[in-house]
């Protein structure tokens, strides 16, 4: 599973390259984004740091995506078929190359001791955001995107929006 992961960030990040449309590039971006919380989740004792990494990226995907939507809303989105073979080829080869490093013994023995040392561990990392030390940290952070909300909604005015059609 971890090397299809692996193997498919990679991919996304070849074809980010090739995409010449702004939301097809988003859409890569996107998908880089869930690939790298997927394989720190693996990685981590606990999943909140992934979870918190994925909400913050797609709310700055969801401010790129409607400034991209207004700039370039007219364009043509053209198909190629070159990355689309090239797409389907490396996923089928790299479920197969994933398929036989499933059976082998080895991922079974290595999921085994990493399931048996995170139950202890997990606790305690997850206890560790929520103590004394980084407590205070967490409540200033909290308290400072609060009253930034606060402000900008006062500041800003609902009938003068940037991107609000006129009649």
Same mark, same amino acid.
């Given at each position: 599973?971890?090397?299809?992961?692996m193997?498919?960030?990679m $991919?996304?990040?070849t =074809?980010? =390259?090739?995409?010449?449309h702004? &939301?097809?590039s *988003?859409?890569?971006? $996107?998908m880089q984004?869930t690939?790298?919380?997927?394989?720190?989740?693996?990685n981590?004792?606990?999943y909140?740091?992934?979870y #918190?990494l994925?909400i #913050?990226?797609i *709310?700055g995907m969801?401010v $790129?995506? #409607?400034y991209?939507?207004?700039i370039?809303?007219?364009?043509?989105?053209k198909?190629?078929?070159k990355?689309?073979?090239l797409l389907?080829?490396?996923?089928i080869i790299?479920m197969?190359?994933?398929?036989t490093?499933?059976?082998s013994?080895?991922n079974?023995l290595? =999921?085994?001791?990493?399931?048996?040392?995170t139950n202890?561990?997990?606790?305690?990392?997850i206890?560790?955001m929520?103590?004394?030390?980084?407590?205070m940290?967490?409540? &200033?952070t909290?308290?400072? =995107?609060? &009253?930034? &909300? #606060?402000?900008?909604?006062?500041?800003?005015?609902?009938?003068? *929006?940037p991107?609000?059609m006129?009649?």
């Amino acid at each position: 599973m971890k090397t299809t992961i692996m193997m498919m960030f990679m $991919l996304s990040s070849t =074809l980010f =390259l090739m995409m010449k449309h702004p &939301l097809s590039s *988003g859409f890569m971006l $996107l998908m880089q984004t869930t690939f790298s919380c997927m394989i720190n989740s693996m990685n981590s004792y606990s999943y909140w740091f992934s979870y #918190i990494l994925f909400i #913050i990226f797609i *709310g700055g995907m969801m401010v $790129l995506f #409607i400034y991209i939507a207004s700039i370039a809303s007219n364009e043509k989105f053209k198909f190629s078929m070159k990355t689309m073979m090239l797409l389907m080829m490396i996923m089928i080869i790299t479920m197969m190359i994933d398929k036989t490093m499933m059976n082998s013994t080895m991922n079974e023995l290595m =999921l085994y001791i990493k399931n048996t040392k995170t139950n202890n561990k997990e606790m305690i990392s997850i206890m560790k955001m929520f103590n004394f030390p980084t407590m205070m940290l967490s409540m &200033l952070t909290i308290i400072y =995107l609060l &009253l930034t &909300l #606060i402000s900008v909604v006062k500041i800003t005015m609902i009938e003068k *929006g940037p991107l609000r059609m006129k009649n």
